[in-house]
């Protein structure tokens, strides 16, 4: 068994490839930040977690009834949706992103947060593959590994739209230059590595 400042780390490290990729819950804190300020990374991310809390335990009440065949089955999708991530991350590491002034219908960066969440496709197909997979395996360990898996992901979320909303309303934009392109582009190298163990822990699990 991994102890909890591994799965914390694995948390945190899945999670920031996700929060450093351009997408709808971004581009609201980037809006909003210059008006609001740096609160706005929090309260974005607060609102964002709410909706991944429910999905959590959603997903722990339900892999207590889930048959062993299909969890095997999680494995492998899982690991596939990891591969289409990263290699979707190693494309996006060339994209640039500006900052632009507030000019979303949502006022509230907690309410931004919730509703760019089920709104995003990519959030849903995350869940439902990378998410549930991860939690899967972390859950046979008990509800406390999972759970600092999950802890480490907020972290990661958390430590980068703060850092992003603070930067946009100081009026420093963070969101170019190379070490910034290289780091999503080493992101998505992890996630396909990631997804490559999980597709290979999924065959060898696999009966014969």
Same mark, same amino acid.
């Given at each position: ?18 929060a450093l990729a351009p997408g709808p819950t971004l581009v ?7 008006? @609001? ?5 929090? @309260? =974005? =991310?607060?609102?964002? *977690? ?11 009440? $339900? ?22 991530? $990263?290699?979707? *991350? ?8 500006? *900052? ?47 759970? *600092? ?13 703060t850092l992003v909303a603070a930067c946009i309303h100081k009026?420093?934009? =963070?969101?170019t230059g190379r070490w910034y392109h290289g780091v999503i582009?080493?992101? $998505? ?20």
């Open positions: 068994m991994p102890d909890i400042l591994s799965l914390f780390a694995l948390g945190f490290l899945i999670g920031l490839t996700g609201s804190t980037i809006s909003l930040s210059f008006s @609001k300020g740096w609160t706005t990374g929090p @309260k =974005v =991310v607060f609102g964002h *977690a709410l909706i991944e809390l429910v999905l959590f335990l959603l997903i722990v009440l $339900g892999v207590s009834s889930l048959p062993e065949q299909y969890s095997r089955g999680i494995f492998l999708l899982g690991g596939v949706a990891l591969i289409i991530f $990263g290699a979707l *991350a190693i494309m996006e590491s060339r994209r640039e992103l500006s *900052a632009q002034p507030d000019r979303s219908v949502i006022s509230s960066p907690f309410l931004a947060g919730v509703i760019t969440s089920i709104t995003n496709p990519y959030f849903w197909i995350w869940w439902l593959t990378i998410a549930s997979t991860l939690i899967l395996s972390t859950l046979a360990w008990g509800i406390i590994p999972a759970f *600092a898996f999950l802890i480490g992901h907020w972290t990661a979320d958390l430590s980068w739209y009026g420093r934009l =963070v969101l582009f080493l992101c $998505g190298i992890f996630l396909i590595g990631f997804g490559i163990y999980y597709i290979s822990n999924g065959i060898s699990n696999t009966p014969q």
